[in-house]
């Protein structure tokens, strides 16, 4: 569960097949040695294709709240200044838009919120 980073870039490819981009951040909060809380947040790339694609590119905007299901893929390719990259994407096989309504504010603070304890090194 998370928060979209941009808009949905839609890519429809000659065999007619979609292809829907989009990042997805999630935060985690962790409480130090001091007693402050510490906001992480990680970058997720999304994935949706086919016929999804195009209802995921139609109903999901920059700062949608998203809850999604899938499988992590890596992957490696070759850049077009010949450097192999590595990515990984989660490619989404369900997905389910969350209002701030539905979830109430209470509860989504909670759950965007909730302190994991630093484990000190």
Do not use: C
């Amino acid at each position: 569960m998370g928060r979209t980073g941009r808009d949905v870039e839609l890519i429809n490819f000659e065999s007619g097949m979609q292809k829907a981009n989009v990042t997805l951040a999630t935060d985690s909060f962790q409480v130090n040695r001091d007693g402050e809380k510490i906001k992480n947040t990680e970058w997720h790339n999304l994935v949706v294709w086919g016929k999804q694609a195009v209802r995921f590119s139609e109903m999901v905007k920059k700062g949608n709240d998203l809850a999604v299901q899938g499988s992590i893929r890596s992957r490696t390719y070759t850049d077009k200044n010949g450097v192999s990259r590595n990515v990984t994407e989660i490619v989404v096989s369900g997905f389910y838009k969350i209002s701030r309504n539905q979830l109430g504010n209470t509860e989504a603070q909670a759950l965007a919120e909730t302190p994991v304890e630093a484990t000190p090194f």
